[in-house]
């Protein structure tokens, strides 16, 4: 199976701030990569496809990179509305998520 | 407007089989794939299973292979979950998900809001 790690498993930071999270993979899963946001309470949503594909709808300050083994999700002015936990997952093979990461208010 | 409608979470003793229902509408149901991704209370999320649009081909994640089975019946536009041999750690509120295909592999776009599946004693 392959695993998905993501770090930081938290992160504190500020409205404006830019914020980076990454996801490594088990082992290459060429660009088969999504992010998703999830807030308390709520079901999760995708903001990045296929590594670096926006999701309709999505705001354009929400960028995703990498191939392969390593993959970034870069949030460019952190809102307030962006206070919430990040996830990826591989869909290479069957799916796996990462644990995800918290974006706190610093 | 895509809907997905999850029923059947309940509190179940361990050993216990519960079955769980997506009712999906706002799209063409037959043309997608559906999964089922859980989350234990506090915890991450977790991909449970899987099932192509004409219901030949299931996935199923190790943790719940042998226990679970995915089905569903393109007629009514739903997919269950029928989960047997139940145990604690298969608390979490179950999400019922569309998938949708991008060429490089796929994501889930539309999401139910879940189900609450309690396994105790």
Redesign the interface.
């Known amino acids: 199976d392959i695993q998905m790690t993501q770090s930081p498993s938290s992160v504190s930071a500020s409205v404006g701030d830019r914020v980076t999270i990454t996801c490594r993979a088990s082992q290459s899963i060429g660009n088969y990569l999504n992010w998703y946001q999830q807030k308390p309470g709520k079901a999760p949503k995708v903001l990045i496809y296929a590594a670096s594909s926006l999701q309709s709808g999505v705001p354009s300050r929400f960028s995703g990179s990498g191939s392969g083994t390593d993959f970034t999700l870069t949030i460019s002015s952190l809102q307030p509305e962006d206070f919430a936990t990040y996830y990826c997952q591989q869909s290479y093979s069957t799916r796996t998520f990462g644990q995800g990461t918290k974006v706190e208010i610093k | 407007e895509v809907q997905l409608v999850e029923s059947g979470g309940a509190l179940v003793q361990p050993g216990g089989s519960l079955r769980l229902s997506c009712a999906a509408s706002g799209f063409t149901f037959g043309s997608y794939a559906m ?1 089922w ?1 859980r989350q234990a209370p506090g915890k ?4 449970v299973s ?1 099932i192509s649009g004409n219901a030949v081909t299931p ?4 943790s719940v292979k042998g226990r679970f089975t995915i089905s569903r019946d393109n007629s009514k536009d739903t997919v269950y979950l029928q989960m047997n041999s139940l145990r604690a750690e298969d608390t979490a509120v179950y ?1 019922c998900a569309k998938d ?1 295909y ?8 539309y ?4 189900t609450l599946v309690t396994v105790s004693s």
């Open positions: 999964s991704v991450g999320l977790e991909w899987a996935y199923y994640a190790d999400y949708y991008s060429g490089s592999g796929s994501f889930h776009d999401w139910g809001q879940g």
